[in-house]
């Protein structure tokens, strides 16, 4: 191997590169704008659920109740209702997630000490929601319910339990997103930019002329590598600034240790891209290729929309063999927990396996041959 | 036969599926020669090239560069040669200067060399004022002459070039034919390959091509001396029916077409002419100027190719 030839491919491929409005758009802003988007769009907390209330009783109680709701910060009363034939029109319009329904002798039923039925009516359509605004709503009422017994009467409860989260204290969903889309895109982006460069060498007829020369598959490859492993190192950087700055997600790790396994796989992800390009020798079909191989493993598999641990065995099983899984922890790890390598070791090595794999596969099947 | 070949190509073959492009060529190329590969499209030129160039793994036979292998070592002769593919192969989005600095790279080419080299190329191809340019908006005389400076950047021993000339305009083409021949005068080995059978009095020994098979293989005098009979060349009108009407007579055993003139291969032009002249004033046509010529290498080639197809 000779350090001029496989810098000369690079310094092509970076002038190339240079040159090409839509490869840097890929390369600089695409992954930004997927950040922002999915870092905005994409977020699993429930809040503020539009809450109706049919309030048939007109109490002291019922009343309450509702400023119970109202002060949990998770609904918002939108609504009072009149009759109980309004429920079902709002429901079908959207127009409440949930409504509450305190029927007639609410108060009275309390007063006597016997069991107050309430009822809540959830739209399911929107099964997610509905089910922890199911939980919420029990909660409160359970508070509620409890307060109301105990009222007037000073006994402290038999168990009083405190529950304290680590490492996402807020259990806000994007400090859990952001360093997973970090993670996420990368493989997407990498993937794609590097499954354009040998695909659009044969097209063009440069892959003849360079196949003619004595530069060794693996200059080629390498030199191919090199541009975009720092252009992905860049992107892992701006994302990650973005998402402290930006999103307010904390970064408690070592940021030395995010770019050396960042390093370990962009070049598995960029070296699937190459051999992706060698094996397709058409860029359109790359580009699909390239997506089919990233893209809906990535977000569906790798654990960032989903938890593999509910997932089917089946389901399972092939999670193992998306990368963005490993690397997943390990962006999660160092932002959010701050732990380093003595945790993080076997995902380390699986990144160092990946990136072999990656450049193994893409020197095996890139031929300086015509077909 | 060359007594010191640079080259040696043996039963080269090429298929495609069930196409067979190249069936069986054989030749030898000597060190410093010029050598041509010449016929029509499809006669197997590019395919056969390829395969010297090592980027083509051939199906059966070989080529030899001094022993080595194209066939199975192909990397090794690599260094020595350098091959220019038909279709412009540089990079388009590189300027003339960064495309011979890549190419000075890949062949490491000293840096104390490199100057006098670039310098050399540049006055050859008259590219030094466009050094800045990108190399797609360059014009296609100018773009074959940057892919010859970037393959004679490295001082290539073997020179392989496929139609180098192919859609270039007659100035751009006359400057490249002056730079092959200054490098077969310094000792480079050259095979060319043209579907202009015009350009084929350049070569020092060529092979005519066709259907993927050697139909002939010498000097362009001995090719042209080969041929039977002689050459009856006349004006006429309606030269393609004149052509048809022609090649009936018996003693016309070849009648092709020139421009407005056809050219009639016959036994004897001066016994056979006057004869021919009258049949084919008697079928209607108006004949004139009449004369033996010396056959062309074109004649040959069509001659040649017209006796491989009826065979």
Not at chain 2, 220 to 229: I, R, V
Not at chain 2, 238 to 249: F, K, N
Not at chain 2, 263 to 290: C, N, W
Not at chain 2, 302 to 308: N, P, S, T, V, Y
Request: glycine letters at 8%; aromatic letters at 6%.
């Amino acid at each position: 191997m000779s350090p001029t030839r496989l810098l000369a491919v690079a310094r092509k491929e970076l002038l190339q590169l240079r040159r090409d409005p839509r490869s840097l758009m890929l390369a600089f802003a695409l992954p930004v704008l997927l950040l922002i988007l999915f870092g905005y769009a994409i977020s699993w907390d429930v809040r503020d659920i539009r809450a109706a209330v049919l309030d048939q009783d007109h109490s002291a109680s019922s009343r309450d109740l509702v400023d119970a709701f109202r002060s949990s910060g998770y609904f918002t009363i939108v609504r009072f209702l009149a009759r109980s034939a309004e429920t079902g029109p709002l429901l079908e319009r959207g127009g409440a997630q949930l409504i509450l329904v305190i029927p007639p002798g609410f108060e009275r039923d309390l007063g006597a000490g016997r069991a107050a039925p309430l009822q809540a009516i959830l739209d399911g359509s929107d099964a997610n929601t509905a089910t922890i605004a199911q939980g919420y709503a029990e909660a409160v009422v359970r508070t509620w319910s409890s307060r109301a017994v105990l009222r007037g009467r000073s006994v402290v409860p038999p168990v009083d339990p405190e529950t304290r989260v680590w490492f996402n204290e807020e259990l806000a969903s994007r400090n859990m997103i952001v360093p997973g889309l970090v993670a996420v895109i990368m493989m997407i982006i990498a993937a794609m930019l590097t499954s354009l460069t040998i695909a659009r060498e044969w097209e063009r007829g440069t892959m003849e002329q360079l196949a003619a020369t004595p530069v060794s598959r693996l200059e080629v490859v390498l030199g191919k590598l090199l541009p975009y492993l720092a252009i992905g190192l860049i992107d892992v950087i701006v994302s990650s600034v973005l998402g402290v700055l930006l999103f307010k997600v904390p970064f408690r790790g070592s940021a030395a240790l995010l770019m050396l396994l960042s390093a370990c796989f962009l070049t598995g992800a960029l070296g699937l891209g190459l051999f992706i390009s060698a094996v397709a020798r058409s860029q359109v079909l790359a580009t699909q290729l390239a997506m089919i191989a990233t893209f809906l493993p990535t977000l569906l598999l790798s654990g960032f929309m989903f938890s593999i641990r509910t997932m089917p065995a089946a389901l399972r099983a092939i999670s193992y063999l998306v990368p963005a899984r490993y690397f997943l922890v390990v962006t999660r790890g160092i932002f959010l927990k701050g732990v380093g390598l003595e945790v993080l070791a076997l995902q380390g090595l699986l990144m160092a396996v990946f990136a072999t794999t990656g450049l193994g596969l893409a020197v095996s099947r890139f031929r300086k041959e015509l077909q | 036969m060359p007594a010191d070949p640079l080259l040696r190509v043996e039963g080269l073959t090429r298929k495609f599926g069930d196409l067979t492009a190249v069936a069986g060529v054989s030749f030898e190329v000597g060190r410093g020669e010029l050598f041509g590969l010449v016929g029509p499209d499809g006669a197997g030129k590019t395919t056969t090239l390829r395969m010297l160039a090592g980027v083509l793994r051939p199906t059966s036979g070989d080529a030899l560069m001094e022993g080595i292998s194209m066939a199975r070592d192909p990397e090794r002769a690599k260094p020595r040669l350098a091959y220019m593919s038909q279709r412009f192969g540089l990079y388009a989005d590189l300027t003339v200067a960064e495309n011979l600095r890549f190419y000075a790279d890949l062949h490491l080419v000293p840096r104390a060399e490199r100057a006098a080299r670039l310098e050399r190329l540049y006055r050859f191809s008259n590219l030094g004022p466009f050094k800045d340019r990108l190399a797609g908006k360059l014009s296609g005389g100018m773009k074959q002459k940057l892919g010859l400076s970037c393959a004679l950047i490295h001082q290539p021993e073997l020179l392989l070039l496929d139609e180098p000339t192919f859609g270039v305009d007659p100035v751009s083409r006359r400057d490249l034919w002056l730079i092959v021949h200054e490098m077969v005068e310094q000792g480079v080995t050259a095979v060319v390959s043209t579907a202009y059978m015009d350009e084929a009095e350049r070569f020092d020994r060529l092979a005519l091509l066709h259907q993927g098979r050697v139909l002939a293989l010498d000097t362009p005098s001995a090719l042209q001396k080969g041929l039977e009979g002689e050459i009856l060349e006349l004006r006429t009108d309606r030269v393609r029916e004149a052509r048809e009407a022609a090649s009936r007579l018996p003693a016309v055993r070849r009648a092709a077409i020139f421009g407005d003139r056809l050219h009639l291969t016959v036994p004897s032009a001066s016994a056979d002419g006057p004869a021919v002249e009258a049949a084919l004033r008697q079928a209607g046509f108006a004949p004139r100027e009449a004369r033996p010529i010396p056959p062309s290498l074109e004649d040959v080639f069509i001659e040649r190719i017209a006796a491989a197809e009826a065979a």
